[in-house]
């Protein structure tokens, strides 16, 4: 399940004949040959982006880590269907097809500082429905979260698959303050303290994750198969993904970074994993909100790559 | 010619209402309320930008400072005009409308290393013509540039306003090779030498600039007094805004910065002006190239301001 490699040279030969200076328009070009490349089509188009924001519940959150309460979850999914939220609009933006998923918000996963956040029924179900939210139609993936408490769990899987500290790992998330985030760094540690040692990453996911972190990576996975480029969003989404490259080396060459966020761990998460973000502009919202607006990045790469004139048929020098 | 404080005080009241926590946009927030206190409307809307392409050619060229023949510059005006460069593609995926400008390629500007580049009389002429190219109708304005061997007299402008050796502010431009770059230092630390304590900002972009510099000057300033706001793009059309920094403090302040380009003093230069950028891709193509995938960035921006709905609108509990 690797790119096409046919594809990717006759997107590199376009490259070298566009009327522009070799190498001028720095990681656009290199993104439009990436894209080209996992789309079997060295002159591609994007036409159907499609974003999937997946909803979750907490256990965790009994264990007060965020600055928010986890009835929030619940409103933010209503205002999702209703239009209202930050990544309507950047979805609409970026023209991307949007869907929501709420998962089980009535069942939260249990407290992982006690047990596993699931069960294996749990996080295969949750897989599965990441798996089956994405459109073999579109051309473009983003998948975001929401979930009161989220960024702690993400925390958990970081520490889990990369060690050091507990408090490496741990940010802020929406705003707790210095005792809120001692206490988050308690929690973090201890359930990477109660589950260390336990089997591979999709084990960590299950233990530490919650349904709406599984449903990216099934999401993630399933658009390798369908050969659909993938951008990533922030701390959260990239934790679940993290889970799918300790467990399959490789399992993320067909996803970029779409931002780093300001969440504090995320820019040493991204290097884990090799990723350079696309953007860098403070977003700590999660939604897939940094990874839609990326989605106009790839774009404006994809639009040069496809649409540009070569040198012979403009009649350009090439110096 | 300042915002308008009452659209941005309605603007940062709006910002602190939507449902996210605060801060969580990033710098997205304060893009919008920078983008409503200038257009005078605390919940604006993007849907009119305008990409402008001004060319000029320079005498500056017989010393051999470009890895192109000066040609190219009317080749690629006919490249613009068919709709077949990076710039084409980059406004149309911005819902940008574009306009192209060919100021006087037949009479290139005077070498800088023996005379000033422009007379009076034709530095006025360019910056008219950049003043009258913006579309008063337009809510959004990048202006772009091409002009074979025009980083030569960019770099010359960085040097003459801020001080420093040539080197400092002599880059590779479309790819010269060692030799040379030694050489376009040395044309540069001549020009600066040759016209050094003469006059203001706008005198530097006269002896050292070009017309496509100067024009692009002119549209800056005119959308200021339009309130446009304005998205720099990168070395060429940055060292051109500098000059009206120079000349009359706060010039730029309806103006952010689209990019950083991979043109070494861009950075250095954006600093002096203190401008942070939006996006930072390793781009090095010029033609508003930064500038105009810089829009979707802002459009996000106010997508996002003036689209989601407030805590009280979506019935979410603000934690």
Chains 1, 2 share one sequence.
């Not at 079997?40 to 965020?66: L, M």
């Amino acid at each position: 399940l690797g790119p096409d490699m046919a594809a990717r040279t006759g997107a590199e030969d376009r490259n070298g004949q566009l009327t522009k200076p070799p190498g001028a328009l720095g990681r656009l070009e290199d993104l439009a040959i990436w894209y080209a490349g996992w789309r079997g089509d060295a002159r591609p188009e994007i036409k159907a982006p499609q974003v999937i924001v997946f909803a979750g519940n907490h256990g965790v959150t009994a264990q007060g880590v965020s600055a928010f309460p986890a009835e929030v979850t619940v409103q933010m999914v209503a205002n999702f269907q209703a239009g209202g939220a930050a990544i309507n609009q950047l979805a609409r933006a970026a023209g991307a097809r949007m869907d929501v998923h709420a998962l089980d918000l009535d069942r939260p996963t249990a407290d992982f500082t006690q047990s596993p956040a699931m069960s294996e029924e749990e996080v295969v179900a949750a897989l599965r429905a990441g798996w089956r939210a994405v459109d073999p139609a579109a051309d473009l993936l983003v998948v975001g979260e929401m979930g009161i408490g989220n960024t702690t769990p993400a925390a958990a899987i970081a520490c889990a698959l990369y060690g050091g500290d507990a408090a490496d790992w741990t940010g802020r998330g929406t705003g707790v303050d210095d005792a809120g985030l001692a206490n988050k760094i308690r929690v973090v540690r201890e359930g990477v303290a109660l589950h260390a040692g336990q089997g591979d990453g999709l084990d960590v996911l299950r233990r530490l994750g919650g349904r709406e972190l599984a449903a990216m990576a099934g999401a993630i996975a399933a658009a390798r198969v369908l050969r659909i480029p993938v951008i990533l969003d922030g701390f959260i989404c990239t934790a679940a993904a993290a889970c799918l490259d300790a467990s399959i080396a490789g399992a993320l060459d067909h996803a970029v970074a779409g931002h780093q966020s300001a969440e504090g761990a995320h820019g040493a998460l991204l290097e884990r994993l090799g990723k350079q973000p696309l953007l860098s502009l403070g977003l700590r919202l999660g939604e897939g909100s940094g990874g839609a607006l990326a989605i106009q990045i790839l774009k404006g790469a994809v639009a040069c790559h496809s649409g540009m004139a070569t040198f012979a048929e403009a009649g350009v020098a090439e110096g």
